[in-house]
């Protein structure tokens, strides 16, 4: 029974070593992309940028690192209420939803097989917004990307 007890203790305080290392429980980013891409991160934005609502998740405070995962979704068509799901596989007109990409030394668009965003809270401009998506990626191929962010969504 206390070996049980430890080995309990250790599996809990790896998962939480495993978490921190990709930011704070409410920005958080996992998957198996990190087995071919480096996933950590100092900061996540959200901003709205004309019809698209885009979420960064930065290296470095001011993102001078680069950008780890850049999550665009388009959402001019859309009512964002709290708890919906948004497919982002579907295409708007000749273009796609969303678009995944990483910017860092360079840019490399991951693109996205299946996927899904929703939010806790509404993204309103000016106010906190919480939520989390859930995507497999075109390339690399079949790998997963699984994010929770929170922060003040700007007006850009």
Same mark, same amino acid.
């Given at each position: 029974?206390?070996?049980?007890?430890?080995?309990?203790?250790?599996?809990?305080? %790896? /998962?939480?070593?495993?978490?921190?290392?990709?930011? &704070? !429980?409410? @920005?958080? $980013?996992?998957?198996?992309? #990190?087995?071919?891409?480096?996933?950590?991160?100092?900061?996540?934005?959200?901003?709205?940028?004309?019809?698209?609502?885009?979420?960064?998740?930065?290296?470095?405070?001011?993102?001078?690192?680069?950008?780890?995962?850049? %999550? /665009?979704?388009?959402?001019?068509?859309?009512?964002? &209420? !709290?708890? @919906?799901? $948004?497919?982002?596989?579907? #295409?708007?007109?000749?273009?796609?939803?969303?678009?995944?990409?990483?910017?860092?030394?360079?840019?490399?668009?991951?693109?996205?097989?299946?996927?899904?965003?929703?939010?806790?809270?509404?993204?309103?401009?000016?106010?906190?917004?919480?939520?989390?998506?859930?995507?497999?990626?075109? !390339?690399?191929?079949?790998?997963?990307?699984?994010?929770?962010?929170?922060?003040?969504?700007?007006?850009?």
């Amino acid at each position: 029974m206390r070996t049980f007890f430890v080995l309990s203790l250790s599996i809990g305080s %790896l /998962s939480l070593i495993a978490l921190s290392a990709f930011g &704070s !429980a409410a @920005n958080a $980013i996992q998957g198996s992309v #990190t087995e071919v891409y480096a996933m950590d991160f100092d900061v996540v934005s959200v901003s709205r940028i004309e019809d698209y609502l885009v979420i960064e998740y930065q290296k470095g405070k001011d993102g001078s690192g680069g950008k780890v995962a850049k %999550l /665009s979704v388009y959402v001019a068509d859309l009512t964002i &209420s !709290a708890g @919906n799901t $948004i497919d982002l596989t579907g #295409t708007v007109g000749t273009s796609p939803r969303a678009t995944l990409q990483r910017i860092v030394e360079g840019s490399i668009d991951m693109g996205i097989a299946r996927g899904n965003i929703q939010f806790d809270t509404p993204p309103t401009p000016g106010e906190k917004t919480t939520g989390h998506f859930r995507i497999t990626t075109v !390339a690399p191929s079949g790998r997963t990307l699984n994010g929770d962010f929170q922060a003040t969504v700007a007006q850009k």
